[in-house]
T-cell receptor, first 116, second 118 residues
Framework: AQKITQTQPGMFVQEKEAVTLDCTYD???????LFWYKQPSSGEMIFLIY??????QNATEGRYSLNFQKARKSANLVISASQLGDSAMYFC?????????????FGGGTRLMVKP | DTGVSQNPRHKITKRGQNVTFRCDPI?????LYWYRQTLGQGPEFLTY????????KSRLLSDRFSAERPKGSFSTLEIQRTEQGDSAMYLC????????????????FGPGTRLTVL
């Protein structure tokens, strides 16, 4: 069974500073995908970044980067230069192997609060 | 706007009533997913369709729940004889999948339907 663990229920960060949100996962599959989604108070899940298990380089998307440490089974999200609009819930998720249903398993989330 | 849409956005019902939610995916997407999210938790997978075929159902999907995707376009999720424990946000997502091509990486989510069972 797959499992995603996000150990930080809530995080504060000062505006313009960088923040790291932790995510560890557990799987016996060799082929999997890791995702981060942002969920503002409006409720919609917004895709941020994706890392494939065979990708050798860490994924980056603008101010978002994923610190992928395969041996440790961790996929931490780094947000650089935090903005007030970054305040939201952040979810780490894992996708089952591509030849299965591609459904996502989510962690419990981390609430990020950006202070002005 | 050509994103995923869900209706209604909010539904309040009394215990024992039936409710139905609708999801309209991105038009070219052949996969459609339903997730449930309770307060303070991450979304949990319920079921998914590839075109009109329902290919997987979670154990969370009791026999009071039924989902359809006629003609492989929009989908409906019906809950019969609602219980207070059904109160949650119901999220729909869609993606484009090609077995012989690029693996689809991203599921696009709708705004969700928040169900409150009194």
């Amino acid at each position: 069974a797959q499992k995603i663990t996000q150990t930080q229920p809530g995080m504060f960060v000062q505006e313009k500073e960088a923040v790291t949100l932790d995510c560890t996962y557990d799987t016996s599959d060799q082929s999997y995908g890791l995702f981060w989604y942002k969920q503002p108070s409006s409720g919609e899940m917004i895709f941020l970044i994706y890392q494939g298990s065979y990708d050798e380089q860490n994924a980056t998307e603008g101010r978002y980067s994923l610190n992928f440490q395969k041996a440790r089974k961790s996929a931490n999200l780094v947000i650089s230069a935090s903005q007030l609009g970054d305040s939201a819930m952040y979810f780490c998720a894992m996708r089952e192997p591509y030849n299965a249903g591609n459904m996502l398993t989510f962690g419990g989330g981390t609430r990020l609060m950006v202070k002005p | 706007d050509t994103g995923v849409s869900q209706n209604p956005r909010h539904k309040i019902t009394k215990r024992g009533q039936n409710v139905t939610f609708r999801c309209d995916p991105i038009s070219e997407h052949n996969r459609l997913y339903w997730y449930r999210q309770t307060l303070g938790q991450g979304p949990e997978f319920l079921t998914y369709f590839q075109n009109e075929a329902q290919l997987e159902k979670s154990r969370l999907l009791s026999d009071r729940f039924s989902a359809e995707r006629p003609k492989g376009s929009f989908s409906t999720l019906e809950i019969q004889r609602t219980e207070q424990g059904d109160s949650a946000m119901y999220l729909c997502a869609s993606s484009s999948f090609s077995p012989s091509g690029t693996i689809d990486n991203e599921q696009f989510f709708g705004p969700g339907t928040r169900l409150t069972v009194l």
